[in-house]
């Protein structure tokens, strides 16, 4: 895949998927939380697996983020489990996004330049 094959404003270098397993989801609020989402600048794709409980989100973690999607879907009343699996994901998820973000913000090092040789180095 390339980043054309994302909209507008994803790089396939920065996107991450995400599973995060869900409470207090019904009826009414699930496309309104779907919807709302799927508007968030950075989002590739957002859908909800009712079977499973569960809203897939992919994403570049250089434009969004775990904590604003969550703001998201609490204010339609529903929020993430309450489970161990989905709290140990849930922080390790941030911890991935912050990364991919911390990385984007770093500058490349051209691959063709030479270290400079360190004091007292026999190298010259």
Not at 8 to 29: D, F, M, P, S, Y
């Amino acid at each position: 895949m390339s980043d054309l094959d994302h909209r507008g404003g994803v790089k396939e270098v920065n996107l991450v998927v995400r599973h995060l397993k869900l409470e207090g989801i019904t009826a009414e609020n699930k496309q309104i939380i779907i919807d709302e989402i799927d508007q968030i600048i950075g989002i590739d794709s957002v859908s909800y697996d009712d079977e499973s409980s569960t809203l897939n989100v992919a994403y570049d973690a250089t434009h969004c983020n775990l904590d604003g999607i969550e703001e998201h879907i609490e204010a339609h009343g529903a929020e993430l489990s309450h489970g161990w699996w989905t709290r140990f994901k849930e922080g390790y998820y941030k911890y991935v996004d912050q990364n991919v973000k911390d990385n984007d913000e770093n500058e490349p090092v051209p691959r063709n330049s030479l270290p400079k040789a360190l004091p007292g180095s026999k190298k010259h």
